[in-house]
Nanobody
């Protein structure tokens, strides 16, 4: 079992930055990959970014590439999502999640992820 708790969301103006954190407990965090997803009202949950267990490999949705950076600190059992140059269309509830080993090919599919946090709201005003 893995317990995930997101933090760092809030209200920010367009062009601003936020850093989301995902604190993990339970199963050894350093051995599992993680990802960030977001869900806006009336829309499906969409992939944002993913990072391998070691941090060596990262993946991004085209919509956030160059603006967002995913990272992790395994010593602190924490993952991060640095969000820069935020746009109003980035407004959503952001979730972190973990996925089992050998699922790297499917890093963008929510169905592959087995544990999820409760989400943190990010609102970007224009």
């Amino acid at each position: 079992q893995v317990q995930l708790v997101e933090s760092g969301g809030g209200l920010v103006q367009a062009g601003g930055s936020l850093r989301l954190s995902c604190a993990a407990s339970g199963r050894t965090f350093s051995r599992i990959a993680m990802g960030w997803f977001r869900q806006a009202p009336g829309k499906e949950r969409e992939f944002v970014a993913s990072i391998s267990y070691s941090g060596a490999n990262t993946y991004y949705a085209d919509s956030v590439k160059g603006r967002f950076t995913i990272s992790r600190d395994n010593a602190k059992n924490t993952g991060y999502l640095q969000m820069n140059s935020l746009k109003p269309e980035d407004t959503a509830v952001y979730y972190c999640a973990t996925r089992p080993p050998y699922t790297g090919t499917y890093y963008s599919s929510p169905s592959v992820y087995d544990y999820w946090g409760q989400g943190t709201q990010v609102t970007v005003s224009s």
